[in-house]
C-alpha cells in the first residue's frame, strides 16, 4: 500500500494547471480575478472623480467650455468604453479557458 494517509489529494478538476492568464493591452498577463479587480477600482475612480471634480469645474468658469458642458458625457463615454473592453477581454478570458481545458483532455 503506497498511498500516503497525510498527502493531500491530487487536484481534479481542470484547475491543476493553475488559472489562465490572458494579456491585457498585449502587455500585462492578467487573471481573471485580477482583472476584473483593476476594473472595479479604475470604474470607482472615474466615478470618484465625476463626484468630486464637476462642482470644481462649475465654480471655476474655466476656459474649456467644452468640458465644462460635456463632463459627465465624457466620463460617461469612458465608462461605456470600459464596459466593452471588459465584455470582451472575459469573451478571451472564456476562449483561453476553454483552449486549457481542451488541451487538458
Known amino acids: 500500500m503506497d498511498s500516503?494517509?497525510?498527502q493531500s489529494p491530487k487536484?481534479?478538476?481542470d484547475?491543476?494547471?493553475?488559472?489562465?492568464k490572458v494579456k491585457v493591452y498585449g502587455?500585462?498577463?492578467l487573471t481573471r480575478n485580477a482583472y476584473l479587480a483593476l476594473?472595479?477600482?479604475?470604474?470607482?475612480v472615474?466615478?470618484?472623480i465625476m463626484v468630486m471634480l464637476r462642482p470644481e469645474i462649475a465654480k471655476s468658469g474655466s476656459?474649456?467650455?467644452f468640458i465644462d458642458e460635456y463632463f459627465f458625457l465624457i466620463i460617461g463615454g469612458i465608462l461605456a468604453?470600459?464596459?466593452i473592453e471588459t465584455v470582451v477581454m472575459l469573451s478571451k478570458y472564456k476562449k483561453a479557458e476553454q483552449e486549457q481545458k481542451n488541451s487538458d483532455s
Open 46 to 48: 472615474m466615478i470618484a
Open 11 to 13: 487536484p481534479t478538476d
Open 63 to 65: 476656459t474649456f467650455q
Open 39 to 44: 476594473q472595479v477600482i479604475l470604474a470607482v
Open 4 to 6: 500516503n494517509p497525510y
Open 81 to 83: 468604453l470600459e464596459l
Open 27 to 29: 502587455l500585462f498577463p
Open 15 to 20: 484547475t491543476s494547471r493553475g488559472p489562465v
